[in-house]
T-cell receptor, first 115, second 114 residues
Framework: GAVVSQHPSRVICKSGTSVKIECRSL??????MFWYRQFPKQSLMLMAT?????????EQGVEKDKFLINHASLTLSTLTVTSAHPEDSSFYIC???????????FGEGSRLTVL | AQSVSQHNHHVILSEAASLELGCNYS??????LFWYVQYPGQHLQLLLK??????LVKGIKGFEAEFIKSKFSFNLRKPSVQWSDTAEYFC????????????FGTGTRLLVSP
């Protein structure tokens, strides 16, 4: 199947700093990418949907100024957590679709810890 | 908007026992249905999916699921579980049209004892 890669897999940062997480589709062009957040022992919550070359669509309750999403190319989307705080500590997962209806591929996830 | 309910949050089984995990969804239109598995320390993997056709779908590792439209259900089954099936299982749904964003259930944590 298609491969989606996230980097970094783990990141620890100080409160107030910004962290960028990359999501790449390695062997297909991702027309749409999704960013999810998973709290411990909870399900995945969709944060935003991004289409290449356009602004991301954020889910209700997600601060777009805090979670900046850029989808500059068909193989790369980035999530930047700005001015991170301990409550932003979580597991962030991206998924991508190449256009086949319902076909989504997930990255390995990135665990963010904010001290 | 879609929503997904998984009624079993924790399931503990012995090896060779049969498994059935419940999943119900709410949506007024046509949907695609998925089951994902997340093994400890690993990322999500697709177990099986239903788009259309035969409502009984077979996935990897001996799993199957049955779509019952009248009950808005897509329960996951396996006749005989193994210790290696210990994982968290997520049911998910997306609309057949549109941006295909997946909505996940809360997950079921399965522990299989040897």
């Amino acid at each position: 199947g298609a491969v989606v890669s996230q980097h970094p897999s783990r990141v620890i940062c100080k409160s107030g700093t910004s962290v960028k997480i990359e999501c790449r589709s390695l062997d297909f062009q991702a027309t749409t990418m999704f960013w999810y957040r998973q709290f411990p022992k909870q399900s995945l919550m969709l944060m935003a949907t991004s289409n290449e070359g356009s602004k991301a669509t954020y889910e209700q309750g997600v601060e777009k100024d805090k979670f900046l999403i850029n989808h500059a190319s068909l193989t790369l989307s980035t999530l930047t957590v700005t001015s991170a705080h301990p409550e932003d500590s979580s597991f962030y997962i991206c998924s991508a679709t190449g256009g086949t209806p319902g076909e989504l591929f997930f990255g390995e996830g990135s665990r963010l810890t904010v001290l | 908007a879609q929503s997904v309910s998984q009624h079993n949050h924790h399931v503990i089984l012995s090896e060779a026992a049969s498994l059935e995990l419940g999943c119900n969804y709410s949506y007024g239109g046509t949907v695609n249905l998925f089951w994902y598995v997340q093994y400890p320390g690993q990322h999500l993997q697709l177990l099986l999916k239903y788009f259309s056709g035969d409502p009984l779908v077979k996935g990897i590792k001996g799993f199957e699921a049955e779509f019952i439209k009248s009950k808005f259900s897509f329960n996951l089954r396996k006749p005989s579980v193994q210790w290696s099936d210990t994982a968290e299982y997520f049911c998910a749904v997306n609309a057949r049209t549109g941006f295909q964003k997946l909505v996940f259930g809360t997950g079921t944590r399965l522990l299989v004892s040897p």
